[in-house]
Every structure is written in C-alpha cells, then in structure tokens.
C-alpha cells in the first residue's frame, strides 16, 4: 500500500514555471518506479513523465521533453516535476502515481496507486 499526495499545482503565466511534489508514504519509496500523468477536462489522462527506483532513468512524454525535469528524493519520499516553459495547453490536473514495473510505464493502468491531483493553470 502506498499513499501518494501531490502538491505544488497553482496559476502561472506562459512560459513560467512551476515545480510539482509528490510525497509517498507506506511502502518503501525505492521499491517503486514513479510517474507523472495529467489529464485536462475532456480529455482522457495521459502519460508525462517517469522515474526508476534509484532515478537513473527517466521517460518523458515528446510533448514536454526538454521543459520538464522529473526527479526523486528517496530520503525524502518525494518525487518532483519540474515545468519550465509552461504553454497553455499543459493546463491539466497533475496526477502523481506509483507502479512496482521494471521499466518505466507510460501506461496509466499499468501504475497501482494514484494521488489525488493537483491542478496546474497556465494563463496565456
């Protein structure tokens, strides 16, 4: 059982930043490799970014590679999402989820526990 909660979500303006948080509890925090989803009203959850367990490896969605940074603080039991150049269209609710999969899943049913969201709203 892992119990995930998202923070960090708010109102920026194009091109500002933003840097999501991700706090897990329960299980060991290394025994799972972690990602980012959103999912914008209408449209179905998609995949963002992810982690491996010790964060060598990352994945990231072709719509936000070289603006976003995921990143983990196993000390901490926190992974990040770090926007940069935020564009309209990366309005969504933020989702942070966990999976216990070898590679890194951009598949949303693939992930076994999910935070609640956080909304990110990017103003044009």
């Given at each position: 059982?892992?119990?995930?909660?998202?923070?960090?979500?708010?109102?920026?303006?194009?091109?500002?930043?933003?840097?999501?948080?991700?706090?897990?509890?329960?299980?060991?925090?290394?025994?799972?490799?972690?990602?980012?989803?959103r999912?914008a009203?209408?449209?179905?959850?998609?995949?963002?970014?992810?982690?491996?367990?010790?964060?060598?490896?990352?994945?990231?969605?072709?719509?936000?590679?070289?603006?976003?940074?995921?990143?983990?603080?196993n000390?901490?039991?926190?992974?990040?999402?770090?926007?940069?150049?935020?564009?309209?269209?990366?309005?969504?609710?933020?989702?942070c989820?966990?999976?216990?999969?070898?590679?890194?899943?951009?598949?949303?049913?693939?992930?076994?526990?999910?935070?609640?969201?956080?909304?990110?709203?990017?103003?044009?």
């Amino acid at each position: 059982q892992v119990h995930l909660v998202e923070s960090g979500g708010g109102l920026v303006q194009a091109g500002g930043s933003l840097r999501l948080s991700c706090v897990a509890s329960g299980r060991p925090f290394s025994n799972y490799n972690m990602g980012w989803f959103r999912q914008a009203p209408g449209k179905e959850r998609e995949f963002v970014a992810a982690i491996s367990r010790s964060g060598g490896r990352t994945n990231y969605a072709d719509s936000v590679k070289g603006r976003f940074t995921i990143s983990r603080d196993n000390a901490k039991n926190t992974v990040y999402l770090q926007m940069n150049s935020l564009k309209p269209e990366d309005a969504a609710v933020y989702y942070c989820a966990a999976t216990g999969a070898v590679l890194l899943i951009t598949i949303s049913t693939r992930y076994d526990y999910w935070g609640q969201g956080t909304q990110v709203t990017v103003s044009s």
